[in-house]
């Protein structure tokens, strides 16, 4: 006799395949957000930080 708790369910398996293959797309989206994000974020630091170092960085102009 077969143990009822160990068989396969072809339903469960078919919904489970949808559903994995929905979440990968889900998370590959996320994923792609998120690495747009931090892009983003380094660009303007990298710019906030430049505005802030360059006038240091440059000597005086001489006043006429």
Do not use: C, H
Not at 19 to 44: L, P, V, Y
């Amino acid at each position: 006799m077969q143990n009822l708790y160990t068989a396969k369910n072809p339903f469960m398996s078919v919904w489970l395949s949808a559903f994995n293959s929905s979440a990968g797309m889900m998370r590959g989206a996320w994923n792609a957000e998120i690495q747009r994000q931090q892009q983003e974020f380094i660009q303007n630091w990298i710019r906030m930080s430049m505005q802030f170092w360059m006038p240091m960085l440059t000597p005086p102009r001489d006043r006429k």
